[in-house]
């Protein structure tokens, strides 16, 4: 019986080691309460279109001659709130960094469509704020119980492709770039959304017991992760994160 | 022209003869190490190499080596001569900074000759940098700073490191100005926590700081909020309402603020208390402030929960609080000029300005008002700050106020006398004479003094009393005389006072005080006193007031009576407790240990019968307290009920009965020898007195005894437990029928005889028969009887079974143990009957007589 347990966890823990080990710099917090305040604040303020869409229709000429009302998201491109509320709380976070990991894959080819230095400066900051969420992605992974589990799969999110389709025409493609980051607004307030209920959860917990909200959410995560030989296997790359920082 | 020649010239030579001089400068040897950086304090050699070449040119070895640092020869004891080439010097303990050292050698004998030269730096190793903070100044990057430790003499590098888990961000290195402080060349992220570090480097060592790892909104320091603009409000003239724009960080936190504001002319700063602006907010309303008062104010904010730092102060604004009514009335006075009219006098007001504290605001006008006695008022609104009016000679009352955009002030009221007035004053009336002077600029102070024009002794006398009377001491107490019965200036007062039969005594009381205390008093004295009250012209005397002096002071009975009290209850105490302790030998010797005939009692035993200690279910049965004494009935019933609980109320009340009846039946000799006849009865205490008499002769008596109407299969023993030595007729089975016959019928004559003779043996007055003490020791009365008879009927009635007699029976018998002989014959007689009624097998009966008997279990 124990021998049967320990081939079980050994995997799981020579892969957690791995995770774990991969990205070997500044360390991370270990206070849940704190980072999935920090996260929470993160989604709340980049769910802004002040803080990059308007800035992208501003640049590209899409605020006038009510241009602004064929922005919309389309269908598809992000995964809804309902979707997000369905994963278990490793998958959402794999989902997340997934699809920030396009995003920032995207604006660097909108960052050529955009000429004026203030502007790209500004886009630059949005991509940092980006990466710093991912990293707090990183940590959030690392404190969730069994963090060695890798296994599950993450939903792929078809729409958001790293550059749009290259016969269009500019228009078009400043278009389509529009209606991208009105998605990932839309996105980034679905994560505030799931962030805040894990919150109270974790309030719920607490008047509870302590550990009864992360208990929860791993259990959760196992629970979805019956179904993972049905699933294909999608691993984070967390060496996709190292990168020199923006100005 | 031919300057330029010349000047091409001395080129060309300098050119040729330093290509010539390169040649012959070649050094004879070198010094290893070529350019060194020695710590401090540390030890070093360096070591001259002499060329080949040059030791045959000049016929040298390394002998011939000598060293010197900035131009002076080093001893030779610093040297070794490693080989015919080398020569090395060695310097311990290194405390200059820049040392010029030159290997020399001695050519021909007296030509010094320099062969090499070096310069060795010495310096220290960075120390670990300390106290690194950090700071984002929003809108800016992130500064960090530190403190970077001893000076090091050398060249340091510190190089600023951060990074997140994830991501490693670009060294900043320091400016050669600023070498303790970098600026990253990225904005901050909020909410992530980044770790940052420094490494000071240079020749001598790398040494790294401690790692910080926050979030940069924790060191953010704020924008200071802008646009500060100040407005008033009309309702209140105290209040200033104070708006702002926060900075754009608002957006990511919480902010709390300082807010300081002063007088336009004050230097120093009031603060709201922080607690009131400990949150995000636009505005702030002021109070307590002072009406139409300009106040100037700043704001500062920072994060909320405190972390991080201080925004600076924003621009200060100002406002002006709104105006209120005048707090105070304009002091103003009259100057009085003849007039040329007769009956006529002009009278001019005049009076001040009010300071702006009192003021509250712009003074628009002063409204005058005359009242003449018995007129009507007359009103008058002035502009100015003085008015001149035409009154005719009688007295006027003058009121001023001041009006501004709010209300009017309260009156200042002036007297101005008639023309003709003489001072009508009278004797003996106190007058209040207040004088102001006047100056140029206005009225100056006021001051008053009661006079008499002539003084009289007081028309009453002060009326004392006792306020409070010890024993020895009375404290009095009285009134001031009212002004209208003074007649003068109180100068002092006399107390007198005297006993019945005693001298009066006189005590002088100054005429400020209205107590005085009498002490040295005697005690349960009648006292009377008066007193006096004197002016310069003499005094008068007051009612007489008596009192009597208590016997005792207060709490002097009771410090009395309770020692004596506790006394007694000690001794009390003592008493009982030596009783208690002897009680022993007090009985010795006042009731010797007699045995007692009426605690014997038949005790049980059979092999197949529990020992009586076991009848555990009886126990729990009589579990009531009450029942201590009886602790086992044994009942013959004919059937196997169970008593109700009422049968055991009943048993409980006969049950006290018998404690007090066996109470009074315990004296000399135990006159209740009766009791013992009860065969269906036995008490707890015979436990007790059999282990009490051991050592005394015990009793047996064989009994055939049936269990639960069960025929005994096996002989039933029985045992008394009396002390009394054993009777040679209770052996003897005649005897015993004699008892089972007195069972039956009480009053028998032998049966009488039987327990007259056994108890006579014990007895102290043999000739008093058991009955007739029996009578006189029993309490119980005929009502109490009679009362429990019915009772027992009320209760044995509804259920009508023999067990219920029984107990009835053996209730009433127990409860009577030593009762009169009619009592028990009528209730034992009963009890029979119930017993045959329901043809229960009589138990106890004597059915063999053992010798030796059995030990009670």
């Given amino acids: 019986m124990q021998a049967q347990l320990l081939w079980r966890t050994l995997p799981s823990l020579v892969l957690g080691l791995l995770f774990l080990s991969m990205p070997a710099m500044g360390s991370c917090s270990d206070k849940y309460p704190e980072l999935l305040g920090q996260l929470q604040k993160q989604a709340d303020f980049m769910q802004h279109t002040n803080t990059l869409l308007d800035l992208y229709i501003r640049s590209q000429g899409l605020d006038k001659n009510g241009l602004k009302e064929h922005c919309r998201e389309r269908p598809g491109a992000f995964p809804s709130k309902d979707a997000l509320q369905r994963l278990s709380r490793r998958v959402f976070l794999r989902t997340l960094d997934t699809t920030l990991g396009q995003v920032l894959l995207r604006l660097a080819a909108l960052e050529q469509d955009i000429p004026k230095a203030q502007d790209l400066e500004m886009l630059s900051g949005v991509k940092l704020n980006i990466r710093g969420f991912k990293n707090n992605i990183h940590c959030m992974a690392q404190l969730l119980p069994g963090s060695s589990e890798t296994t599950e799969p993450t939903p792929t999110s078809p729409g958001a492709s790293p550059s749009p389709t290259p016969t269009l025409d500019t228009f078009q493609r400043r278009l389509e770039g529009c209606r991208f980051l009105h998605g990932y607004h839309r996105f980034m307030r679905s994560v505030g959304q799931v962030f805040r209920e894990w919150g109270k959860s974790l309030s719920r917990s607490r008047r509870h017991s302590p550990h009864q909200g992360l208990l929860k959410g791993a259990r959760r995560m196992q629970l979805s992760g019956r179904n993972k030989r049905l699933m294909p296997r999608v691993q984070l790359a967390p060496g996709s994160h190292r990168g020199a920082p923006g100005g | 022209m031919l300057t330029l020649k010349i000047w091409i010239v001395q080129a060309l030579f300098i050119f040729f003869t330093t290509e010539s001089v390169g040649e012959l400068l070649d050094p004879c040897g070198y010094i290893k190490p070529e350019s060194p950086i020695v710590q401090l304090g540390s030890n070093f050699t360096a070591v001259c190499v002499l060329k080949e070449k040059c030791m045959d040119y000049f016929h040298v070895n390394a002998n011939y080596i000598f060293w010197k640092t900035n131009h002076v020869t080093i001893p030779k004891e610093q040297y070794t001569i490693i080989n015919k080439t080398a020569s090395s010097v060695t310097f311990t303990d290194i405390s200059l900074l820049n040392i010029q050292l030159t290997c020399n050698i001695r050519t021909f004998g007296q030509i010094d000759q320099n062969v090499y030269g070096i310069r060795i730096i010495s310096g220290l190793p960075p120390e670990k940098p300390t106290n690194l903070s950090c700071i ?9 700073q530190w403190d970077p430790g001893r000076e090091t003499y050398l060249e340091t590098n510190f190089t600023l490191k951060s990074e997140w888990a994830t991501e490693k961000f670009a060294d900043c290195k320091t400016k050669r100005d600023t070498p ?26 790398k040494v790294t700081s401690d790692h910080i790892n926050f979030d940069p909104v924790d060191k953010v320091k704020p924008s200071p909020p802008h646009n500060l603009s100040v407005s008033n409000s009309e309702e209140l003239s105290s209040i ?13 936190i919480g902010l709390k603020y300082n807010i300081q504001y002063r007088t336009r002319d004050a230097s120093t700063w009031s603060q709201i208390p922080p607690e009131d602006t400990a949150s995000t907010r636009y505005s702030f309303t002021v109070q307590d402030l002072k009406p139409f008062t300009e106040y100037v104010f700043r704001i500062r904010c920072m994060k909320e929960d405190g972390k991080g730092f201080w925004s600076d102060w924003s621009e200060e604004a100002s406002g002006i609080t709104y105006e209120d009514r005048p707090s105070k009335a304009p002091s103003f006075w009259y100057k009085i000029e003849p007039s040329h009219t007769h009956g006529y006098r002009s009278v001019q007001l005049i009076w001040k300005t009010l300071p702006p504290f009192e003021a509250n605001g712009k003074i628009l006008d002063y409204e005058v008002t005359l009242t003449r006695w018995k007129s009507r008022l007359q009103n008058y609104t002035v502009n100015d700050t003085k008015w001149t009016v035409n009154i005719t000679n009688d007295r006027y009352i003058a009121t001023l106020t001041a009006r501004n955009l709010v209300g009017k002030s309260n009156a200042a009221v002036l007297t101005i006398p008639a023309y003709d007035f003489q001072g009508n004053l009278a004797e003996s009336k106190c007058y209040l004479i207040t004088v102001t002077p006047v100056y140029a600029d206005g009225p100056g102070s006021t001051e008053s003094i009661k006079a008499y024009l002539k003084q009289a002794p007081p028309s009453k006398g002060p009326t004392v009393r006792t306020k409070k009377v010890g024993k020895n001491e009375a404290v009095l107490e009285w009134d001031q005389l009212p002004v209208d019965v003074q007649n003068g200036f109180i100068r002092n007062y006399t107390i007198f006072y005297r006993t019945i039969i005693g001298n009066e005594t006189a005590v002088n009381v100054d005429s400020s005080h209205t107590e005085y205390t009498l002490s040295s008093l005697t005690s349960d004295t009648l006292y009377m006193v008066r007193m006096a009250a004197y002016t310069d012209e003499g005094g008068k005397d007051g009612p007489e007031f008596t009192f009597t002096t208590p016997k005792f002071a207060q709490g002097e009975i009771e410090a009395i009576v309770v020692p004596v009290c506790l006394a007694f209850l000690l001794t009390t105490l003592l008493g009982v407790l030596f009783c208690f302790n002897k009680r022993d030998l007090i009985k010795k010797h006042i009731w010797p240990n007699v045995p007692d005939p009426s605690k014997s009692h038949i005790a049980q035993w059979s092999p197949h019968t529990p020992p009586r200690h076991n009848f555990n279910s009886k126990d729990q049965m009589y579990s009531d307290g009450n029942f201590t004494d009886v602790s086992v009935v044994e009942i013959e019933a004919a059937n196997d009920k169970k008593p109700f609980p009422e049968d055991l109320k009943s048993l409980d009340l006969f049950k006290k009965e018998k404690i007090s009846t066996e109470g009074h039946s315990s004296g000399i000799g135990g006159s209740s020898c009766m009791s013992s006849s009860r065969p269906s009865i036995s008490s707890s205490d015979e436990n007790e007195s059999a282990q009490n008499t051991s050592g005394t002769v015990q009793y047996s008596t064989v009994v055939h005894s049936g269990y639960r109407h069960q025929v005994p299969s096996v002989q039933v023993f029985s045992r008394s437990e009396s002390t009394q030595p054993l009777l040679d007729s209770e052996e003897r089975p005649e005897d015993l029928q004699l008892v089972d016959n007195i069972d039956s019928s009480v009053g028998n004559l032998p049966r009488q005889q039987y327990f007259k003779q056994n108890c006579s043996q014990h007895e102290t007055s043999p000739d008093i028969s058991h009955f007739e003490r029996s009578k006189q020791v029993s309490s119980v009365n005929e009502e109490d009887f009679v ?19 029984m107990f009835q029976e053996i209730s009433v018998a127990d409860a009577f143990g030593p009762r009169t002989e009619g009592q028990v014959e009528r209730f034992e007689t009963v009890g029979m009957e119930a017993a045959i009624d329901e043809g229960m097998p009589k138990s106890y009966l004597p059915q063999t007589v053992r010798r030796g008997g059995y030990m009670p279990q």
């Fill in chain 2, 180 to 205: 303790t402080s970098c600026t990253v060349d990225y904005s901050p992220v909020y909410f992530v926590n980044i770790e940052v570090w420094v490494e000071a480097e240079n020749a001598l060592g």
């Fill in chain 2, 240 to 252: 200033l309402k104070l708006t702002w724009i926060n900075s754009s960080i608002q957006g990511f």
């Fill in chain 2, 136 to 144: 984002v100044n929003e809108g800016k990057k992130m500064m960090c």
């Fill in chain 2, 787 to 805: 009362r429990l008879k019915q009772q027992i009927s009320d209760i044995s009635q509804p259920y009508g079974s023999g067990q219920m007699k």
